[in-house]
């Protein structure tokens, strides 16, 4: 049987086992355990119908917390209620851009104060407008940073979630890497790596190039049969979960699922499974 880098580091009780597969001694002590989450975009027509049986399903599904990307009609004190009585954290919201707009940040913040939530994370940015040029880009790394100082003093974070129209190129550099390159670490990058290879950038390069910044990060599969889930596609996952627990900073690894062979619930089931299956 062949040994991948994480059997060796699963299997790390002697050295001998690490020396054999080409590793360095490292105690299964010294790994960082990074809690796992899912978008509930994922299941989005199921929380619609019943919010509170959805979460109750994902935390029997082993998922430690989830990420809002609306909130279905209901209100943040019984959202944290249903959150409390199963056990899950929130980490993370989607909030739309115009919500994190000066009318309408202070309800912003008290609604994710509310539901427990520090990353307040922009799922989208017309590519017109944010990658039209690299002093476009800029224009909106500086309000991201202004935003990152008005939500610092409440203990929350700003962020961004990649979509293939960030992966751009603006004479030669991805709009992506222009907009973090001018932002500051307290910025979230929100790498989504299926959204990143769908749309031809390296999600890879670009992880390495940021190191800390990616403190929630999407898993995506990308390709594989059609509804492919994380594992049956063409990620390179043993790199992406090293890179996290090592250079990333990363807080949270969240499940987002886009495409479907079975249904939906079904999916972000065998995509927990198949990350229990790599150790995480």
Known sequence: MKLTRRDCLRLSGTAGLLLACG????SA???KK?????????????????????????????????EFAGY?????????KWLDDNGLKCCGTHTGWDTLQPDKL?????????IGNKYLICPWLNPA?????????????????????????????????????????????????????????????QMDIGNCLGGGGDPYAILEKFPGRSKTIHLKEHGGPKGAVIGEGEVKWDWVFNFCETKGGTEWYIVEQESYAV??????????????????
Not at 23 to 26: E, N, R, S
Not at 106 to 114: H, P, R, S
Not at 263 to 280: D, F, H, Q, S, V
């Open 129 to 189: 407008e944010f990658a039209a040029s690299r002093e476009k880009t800029i224009e909106f790394a500086r309000r991201f940073n202004e935003l990152a100082e008005k939500v610092k003093e409440k203990g929350m974070l700003v962020g961004y979630h990649a979509h293939g129209g960030d992966f751009k190129k603006l004479n030669g550099e991805t709009a992506w890497e222009i907009f973090f390159s001018h932002t500051v670490p307290e910025v979230v990058m």
């Open 29 to 31: 002590f010294e790994r």
């Open 34 to 66: 990074i809690p796992v989450g899912v978008q509930l975009y994922s299941v989005r027509q199921d929380a619609a119908k019943d919010l509170p049986g959805v979460l109750k399903a994902i935390k029997e599904m082993g998922y430690d917390g989830v």
């Open 263 to 280: 249904p939906p619930l079904e999916a972000i089931r065998k995509c927990r499974e198949n990350l229990r299956k790599m150790g995480i």
């Open 23 to 26: 590793q360095a001694p490292l």
């Open 106 to 114: 202070a309800e912003t913040i008290e609604f994710n104060q509310i």
């Open 72 to 80: 279905y009609g209901h209100d943040a004190k019984s959202i944290r």
